[in-house]
């Protein structure tokens, strides 16, 4: 398999953004995706692939499937469902795919009924199955103050502390809210939250500003700097990483290889100091502004970093564009910024991860909800499992 993709492959699943590309170092500028060699022949720019994260998509298939199975028979009154009725959940086509999970994990589901019985065959939950799965609530009530907190934080980041409330909903599976948050969590803390109709459309609004949370994830993950590392920043890193407060941790591809150059200017933009997401983005003019520019970069590392799972759809992300002053040429940010963000085309939609947070394809720190999950797909075999990411 290619190690990686050329840029104008990248595009083809985001709308078209011509051909100049988001220089966060130096601002726009014309980069044409074919470049002339010294002999004269065109060179295509490549996107290195990183085939660990692109493993995060492919194996989350089958453990997607089995978690939505689980959540369809708990929420029948019998704790069980017919096989005929299956298709009315799921439809005719992902039918199959449920029947082959439900027929291959007899660890987690267990089908009764039929074959000369009375009643007809219908799918319930192992004994052991439902004994992890009772854990469930216990994980519910550990994410509540993790979810009223990182919604708040949601909400801080927008330029008047509210978002339409679509837009919350589009990333709720993300984020790990449950499907009713509007009346078990919104409702349930009007100390903190708030919804009107503006224009048409429903925003949850955020009662009052909380200056502890105006934090961000990059900011509570630097280490202590000390004098030594402060002298050996003098020196030019080779994998672009700097210790300092306006720093962003960069892993890039193993087939990236940047010159002397590009790493003295990568070592300049990781000096620069920006302002805080957390300032109203009104105040700033990304276009104009190279430090505005950098705070869009940190806008989006935020923004990934409350959810679950650090990542998002291109599309969940583009939906909070006007709301956070995303920079115009999206794509082309997150391309130039490939030692913060990794795109991959792998399963249905284009998904922008945070690197800094996976470990091969395993992400690093689990919330609760992530740690039940894990539990209980334990349950599909030792070689599977192994291979479940979450």
């Known amino acids: 398999m290619r190690r990686y993709l050329t840029l104008l492959q990248l595009r083809i699943s985001y709308r078209n953004n011509g051909t100049r590309i988001f220089d966060g170092l130096s601002g726009y500028r014309s980069t044409q995706i074919m470049h002339k060699t010294t002999v004269g022949k065109p060179k295509q720019k490549v996107y290195h692939r990183v085939h660990e994260l692109d493993r995060v998509m492919e194996l989350q298939k089958k453990p997607l499937l089995i978690l939505n199975l689980k959540s369809i028979i708990q929420s029948q009154k019998t704790e069980s469902i017919l096989l005929r009725d299956l298709e009315k959940e799921v439809g005719f086509v992902q039918k199959w795919n449920y029947m082959a999970v439900i027929e291959k994990y007899h660890p987690i589901f267990r089908v009764v009924g039929g074959e000369g019985s009375r009643s007809p065959p219908a799918v319930t939950l192992s004994e052991k199955a439902k004994k992890i799965a009772s854990l469930e609530s216990e994980a519910l009530v550990q994410m509540e103050p993790v979810l009223v907190r990182n919604l708040k934080k949601l909400l801080m980041l927008s330029v008047d502390c509210r978002l339409p409330l679509e837009t919350i909903q589009s990333i709720a599976t993300e984020l790990g809210l449950p499907s009713d948050f509007k009346n078990s969590l919104i409702l349930k803390y009007p100390q903190f939250f708030r919804l009107d109709e503006f224009n048409g459309r429903v925003y949850l609004h955020l009662e009052n ?22 002298k050996r920043g003098k020196k030019i890193s080779k994998d672009g990483n700097f210790s300092g407060p306006f720093a962003f941790r960069l892993k890039y591809p193993i087939g990236f290889r940047p010159n002397v150059s590009y790493l003295e200017e990568v070592q300049r933009w ?50 909070f564009h006007s709301e956070y002053r995303l920079p115009a040429r999206l794509l082309l940010c997150l391309i130039k910024h490939q030692g913060i963000f990794y795109i991959t085309n792998k399963g249905v939609f284009s998904t922008v991860i945070l690197k800094e947070a996976y470990d091969g394809s395993n992400l690093i720190d689990k919330c609760p909800l992530i740690k039940f999950r894990d539990n209980f797909l334990a349950l599909m075999g030792r070689n599977e499992s192994s291979c479940v990411v979450n």
């Open 270 to 319: 990781q000096k620069m100091e920006f302002p805080s997401p957390y300032l109203n983005a009104r105040r700033f003019e990304a276009a104009a502004d190279p430090k505005a520019r950098k705070r869009a970069v940190a806008v989006l590392h935020e923004l990934l970093s409350l959810t679950m799972e650090k990542r998002l759809t291109s599309a969940q992300i583009d939906a």
């Open 209 to 230: 500003w909380d200056s502890s949370l105006a934090v961000t994830a990059r900011e509570e993950m630097l280490p202590p700097i000390s004098d030594a590392q402060l």
